[in-house]
């Protein structure tokens, strides 16, 4: 009869190995520092004032875009902007909204942004962080 004792001590030694390996999130900072973001593109809609969706006949609809990251991140602000009040961190960050007029035409598909990230600071943002995107010519 095998030895469970031994048999639990392999499976919790695997299971330490696996996650000594595990990624870890990508550390990105608020703007001015320029970042690229990477994933599925979704637009969702949300209820806004008055109610924010306690009474959804009268609350305004806000639809927005949701980046929806390949992988997780922290977002950590600087020593200068922690000064000014501005969240120290957010972690394992998944879905940014990102502040762009129409992309209807990459809804539902995978997409690269480039901007500048900051922090939420109210109720019409409906992720922690948002992306401003650099504009560039095409």
């Known amino acids: 009869m095998p030895n469970t004792n ?4 392999s ?4 299971l330490l190995l696996c996650t000594a390996f595990a990624a870890r999130a990508e550390t990105l900072h608020y703007g001015p520092e320029v970042v690229t973001l990477h994933g599925t593109l979704e ?3 949300f209820y806004g004032a008055p109610g924010f969706g306690e009474d959804p006949k ?3 609809v806000e ?3 949701i980046l929806k990251l390949d992988a997780p991140v922290d977002v950590v602000a600087t020593a200068a902007q922690q000064k000014e009040g501005i969240e120290v961190a957010e972690m394992a960050i998944t879905e940014i909204t990102v ?3 129409d992309l209807d035409a990459q809804v539902g598909k995978h997409a690269q942004f480039r ?3 900051s922090h939420a600071i109210n109720g019409h ?5 948002l992306l401003d995107p650099i504009k560039t010519g095409k």
């Not at 031994?6 to 001590?9: E, G, N």
């Not at 499976?11 to 695997?14: H, K, Y």
């Open 58 to 60: 009268h609350d305004a």
């Open 43 to 45: 637009k969702k809609t």
């Open 11 to 14: 499976v919790l030694a695997a």
């Open 115 to 117: 901007g500048m990230l």
């Open 125 to 129: 943002h409906h992720t922690k962080i």
């Open 99 to 101: 502040n762009e007029a």
């Open 6 to 9: 031994s048999r639990t001590h």
């Open 63 to 65: 639809p927005r875009y």
